[in-house]
């Protein structure tokens, strides 16, 4: 994994790899595209 300064103004560092890859499974950090999802499973 290697830190590199996204091309925005605060320039900010992302990590541009998954947390866990397996053959079937990617599981990586939550975005905020999946914001309704995550407060839909929470609400259960």
């Known amino acids: 994994m290697v830190a590199e300064a996204e091309d925005t103004e ?17 599981m990586r950090a939550p975005r905020e595209s ?7 499973l929470a609400d259960n």
């Open 10 to 26: 605060d320039e900010s560092y992302a990590i541009d790899c998954p947390a866990l890859a397996t053959e079937r499974l990617v």
């Open 34 to 40: 999946d914001l309704e999802q995550l407060v839909t």
